[in-house]
């Protein structure tokens, strides 16, 4: 069920869908800056709380919203995010929109690049990747792999 004012009839058949698909192709882009933003975090030379800084930046920050919120709320479930693999899942919804956008001959480099770091991060795990599989896993219950257990 959808909220209040969550909902809107956008156009005739496959309207819906495809601004579904758009919207999923910025959203892997959001989520990939929130995960770089947040691995350089964790590098610091400073001993950082992550989930504090991800919970202050959601009163008064530029980059306040409900994904920091799930930042938060994914940090504070797992200190350090230890345990999860870095590997992000999912990419058909990002290829769509790319592949929309290629068509109506829009460029989309940060899609793009979101994509290609999905793509990568099953082979190349990352602090950036396990930001965003617990988020994914806040917002839509994706599966976050654990450390020691093999994807599905």
């Not at 980059?63 to 999860?84: D, P």
């Not at 396990?130 to 994706?142: L, Y």
Request: aromatic fraction near 6%; proline fraction near 3%; charged fraction near 25%.
């Amino acid at each position: 069920m959808a909220c209040d004012k969550g909902y809107l009839h956008v156009g005739g058949p496959g309207a819906g869908h495809y601004v579904k698909t758009v919207h999923n192709g910025m959203e892997y882009a959001m989520l990939q800056a929130l995960g770089e933003g947040f691995a350089v975090l964790e590098k610091a030379p400073y001993k950082l709380k992550l989930d504090e800084i991800a919970g202050v930046w959601q009163h008064g920050s530029v980059i306040r919203g409900w994904l920091m919120e799930l930042v938060a709320r994914g940090m504070k479930k797992n200190k350090g995010l230890n345990g999860i693999v870095g590997s992000v899942g999912g990419g058909e919804t990002g290829r769509w929109a790319i592949a929309q956008a290629k068509s109506a001959k829009v460029r989309v480099p940060s899609m793009g690049l979101a994509l290609r770091e999905r793509i990568r991060s099953e082979k190349s795990p990352s602090f950036a990747g396990k930001v965003i599989a617990a988020v994914r896993n806040e917002f839509g219950g994706h599966e976050v792999r654990k450390a020691g257990r093999r994807s599905r």
